[in-house]
Structure formats: structure tokens, C-alpha cells
């Protein structure tokens, strides 16, 4: 049974730092691509930022390029959302996705709030 389980959220001010985790079980995580989504109040979640399986190959949302930076440790089995200079709208519940394919459902984590504050 595959768990994916995310955390690190928490409270912090504009400007600051979080570093987010994405920790799976149940599956070989070294095959699988990561995602990390967001969902702001009344708003429809929002890929943030994805990696490859290897970990070799990257990519982010426009509005987080230069801010965020996504990684994984496969020898862990998690996965990383280091986020810096926050802003009030990276507000949200993120998401770990764990997938094969984009278009695949995958396995998601509970979410983990962050709340940014001016």
C-alpha cells in the first residue's frame, strides 16, 4: 500500500524560508516522478513544481522559478521543496504527488499548510 506523506509546513513571514519533505512507502520511489502542488484558498490546486525520477531533470511554475528549488533523495525515499523568499500568494496546502505518468492519477499525500504572513 503506497503512503506518501508531506510536512514542514508551518507559519512564516514574507521573505522567510520553508524547507518542505515528501517522504513515500510502500513503493520502489527511485522509479517514481515527484510533483508538488498547492491550493490557495478558493482556488484550484496548482502544479508548483515536478522532477524526474532520476533526479535529473526539473521544472517549475513561472510564478515560484528563482524562489523554489525541488529535489529528492532516493536512497530516503523523500522528496524536497526547499522555498525561499515567500510571498504572501505561495499561501496554501502543498501537495506531494508521487506518478509514473502526468496524466496518471498517482498516490498524494494529507497536504501540508503554509501560511505566509506580511
Known amino acids: 500500500q503506497v503512503q506518501v506523506v508531506e510536512s514542514g509546513g508551518g507559519l512564516v513571514q514574507v521573505g522567510g524560508s520553508l524547507r518542505l519533505s515528501c517522504t513515500a512507502s510502500?513503493?520502489?520511489?527511485?522509479?517514481?516522478?515527484m510533483a508538488w502542488y498547492r491550493q490557495a484558498p478558493g482556488k484550484q490546486r496548482e502544479l508548483v513544481a515536478s522532477i524526474l525520477s532520476g533526479g535529473t531533470r526539473t521544472s517549475y511554475a513561472d510564478s515560484v522559478k528563482g524562489r523554489f528549488t525541488i529535489s529528492r533523495d532516493n536512497a530516503r525515499k523523500t522528496g524536497y521543496l526547499q522555498m525561499n523568499s515567500l510571498k504572501l500568494e505561495d499561501t496554501g496546502v502543498y501537495y506531494c504527488k508521487i506518478f509514473v505518468r502526468p496524466t496518471d492519477s498517482g498516490a498524494w499525500g494529507q497536504g501540508t499548510q503554509v501560511t505566509v504572513t506580511s
Open positions: 510502500g513503493i520502489i520511489f527511485s522509479v517514481y516522478n
